[in-house]
């Protein structure tokens, strides 16, 4: 189980390595991202004892379970899931410092609510559904300018760039069409000047796609499969989940 991971973990890190020299980046512009969907915290702590320092957790109940074995390993915790409003306080409890899928007004206004309250701040990206899917979450690309607007009007939260979940398609010129769409965003973002916001971050790219991320830009690239193996239940149970439900 552990050669797996370190393998695993040393086979993607040369990916990131070789896509970061084929278009001409510094490999320390691009983070790596654990999605640590399904995967036990003694696999997730062979990681994090072995150089990884970032998971991601889209699911509150899971993040919930894995705290205590987790916490007193340094590590930095992202939420990448569909978030409900009545899941915010949790969110806070367990320690994450980015919500990477802040796709609504109404989530964001009750987010701060609570982090008012709680005199905090929190980082954020705001998640765009560039493959135009209706399984998935995300602010439609052609709202996600006035979306960011309205959001930078909250005072603790801290908007950092966007994020998005690329189409699963083989064939790449698609994805990248995707990964495209976030990148002229956030460069229409930064342009449009607007107070309270860094356009700094793209977290984009998964285990089948995050060359061509890297390609089109991307900060973070989000990986499970490819480092801890295949899951049982289908993404759809991540993604599609809750949807009429927030
Ligand atoms: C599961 C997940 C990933 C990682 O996907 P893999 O294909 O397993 O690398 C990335 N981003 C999000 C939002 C996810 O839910």
Known sequence: MK????????????RIKRSCEQSGRNSNEVRLLLATKTVSADRIKIALENGQ?????????????????LKDIPHENHFIGHLQTNKIKDILKYDVT?????????????????????????????QVNTSNEESKFGVNPDQAIELTRKISNYSTLKIKGLMTIGLFSAETEKVRACFKILKKLQQDIITGNIPNVEMKELSMGMSSDLETAIEEGATIVRVGTAVFG???YPDSYYWDEGKTNN
Request: charged letters at 35%.
């Open 3 to 14: 050669e797996d991971i370190l393998h695993n973990l040393a086979l993607i890190n040369d």
């Open 53 to 69: 320092e970032l998971i991601a957790e889209n699911k509150v109940q899971e993040l919930k379970e894995k705290y205590e074995d």
């Open 98 to 126: 980015c919500v990477q899928s802040l796709d609504r007004l109404e989530l964001a206004e009750k987010l701060h609510q609570r982090l008012l309250t709680e005199n905090r701040t929190m980082d954020v990206l705001i």
């Open 230 to 232: 295949a899951r049982i």
